[in-house]
Nanobody
Framework: QVRLMESGGGSVQAGGSLRLSCAAS??????????MGWFRQAPGKERERVAS???????AYSDSVKGRFTISKDTPDNTLYLQMNSLKPEDSGMYYC??????????????????????WGQGTQVLVSS
């Protein structure tokens, strides 16, 4: 069982920055075996993927955050990060990290659906005011 715990959310004005963290823990857990993703969900909307990190270190972003958000991970500490800059009110929502075991880079970065991710954190709230 993989446990994920997000932190770093909060309230910020438009144009500001936040860095989200996702700490992973499990017996025998190795970050390199998992495709990792950051997702967000605004009230009344579907959960959407905003950034992904494949097992071989490739990254992908949704068009809405490309150029503003950066996903990274610290393998020794089993921590995934999402650096969010130039935040906009439409970036507000609950942010989740999730893990998908042993999938191809294409599936991780492009093909995987929300339902394909097996492990989820409890989320951290981001509120961007105008």
């Amino acid at each position: 069982q993989v446990r994920l715990m997000e932190s770093g959310g909060g309230s910020v004005q438009a144009g500001g920055s936040l860095r989200l963290s996702c700490a992973a823990s499990a017996s025998g857990y190795t970050y390199s075996n998992y495709c990792m993703g950051w997702f967000r969900q605004a009230p009344g909307k579907e959960r959407e993927r905003v950034a992904s990190f494949s097992r071989d270190g490739m990254t992908a972003y949704s068009d809405s955050v490309k150029g503003r958000f950066t996903i990274s991970k610290d393998t020794p500490d089993n921590t995934l990060y999402l650096q969010m800059n130039s935040l906009k009110p439409e970036d507000s929502g609950m942010y989740y990290c999730a893990a998908l075991f042993a999938t191809s880079p294409w599936h991780c970065l492009i093909g995987a659906k929300v339902r394909d991710f097996s492990y989820w954190g409890q989320g951290t709230q981001v509120l961007v005011s105008s």
